[in-house]
């Protein structure tokens, strides 16, 4: 097990730290959402009342959260300007956690009890905000992820590319476009996704080389729904999506065969997932681990452990040419080829 996912967080949490970090994981979703890090990136301090007026924010809004921020230990003042502490400075690269757990699953989380009365059901009266789900996914696979995917894909030849839940479509952009010539596709169910895929299509000057697609993979896989082009792809990949499609038990173990029949020219899959963190007596918590298994069992969404992932690629007629840690806690990027 790597380091970061022993994690630092001292169990048990006491009153005072769970309440803290409930206040403080909203404070630091708002100053992300707020652009107060990119800024604080970019110049190294921001002058608050200015940050206020270039970007139209009530300054007595903004002034709260900066001095809640700076209670929690993340910025430091001198007036009225702000920079952010060596903790302020590496939690940039986990926003992408507050993103998908603060503006993606609060309605989820603030809904538990509700969930297991029965009084409401996640997909029918209860539902996460799709696009900051994607956003987050994105925001973690660009400060967390990205290197690690990059030295993999740089060893595979492959002229189309496929992404299976590509959320924004940044990955398979950003993938595409480092190899000339190359075509993608990003096939997301999300309406909302697809729409900021679009966006992300532009900003990288490949439209009409990468095409968002709004579409469910099961559809692909059992329905025979197609979508021109993904039967040339040469790699498929799939990231924090593998457990959503695994979901219908008396269909698990034919998603990975439904998958190399709907993509028969593929010759390597990777398939990024996170597992159940084990549980081994440990007494500290890392980042993210306990808002995926909550999150995930408040949906009524099983995950599973890495051996059953083996297994089940094993199973399908795949063959494990490694298992990469994937930055997130507790998750792997699987390499895999048709056995």
Known sequence: MTAPWQGEAPTPLNADTAFNGFICAHVLHALERLGLFRKLQADGS??????CRENKLDPAVVTALVSAAESFGYLGSRGDRVEATRTGEDVRQALGFFTWGVGGYHDVFANAAAVARGDRRFGVDLHRDEGMVALGSAQADSALMRSILDKEVSALDFSTLVDLGAGVSERVSRLVKARPGSRGLGIDISKSATELGADTVERYGLAGTVEPVCADVLDILFNDHRVDGADEADVVMSFMFLHDLLVDPERRDLVIPRMREAFPKAHTFLLGDTTVRPRNGESTLPIFSSGFEL??????????????????????????????????PHTYLFVLEAA
């Not at 099983?302 to 083996?310: D, F, G, V």
């Not at 199973?315 to 930055?327: C, E, I, Q, S, T």
């Open 295 to 328: 999150a995930h069992a408040l949906m009524g969404v099983p995950i599973h452990t890495r051996e059953a992932y083996e297994e089940l690629f094993e199973k399908g007629g795949m063959r494990l040419r490694r298992a990469v840690p994937f930055g997130a």
């Open 46 to 51: 921001v002058e608050v009342s200015a940050f």
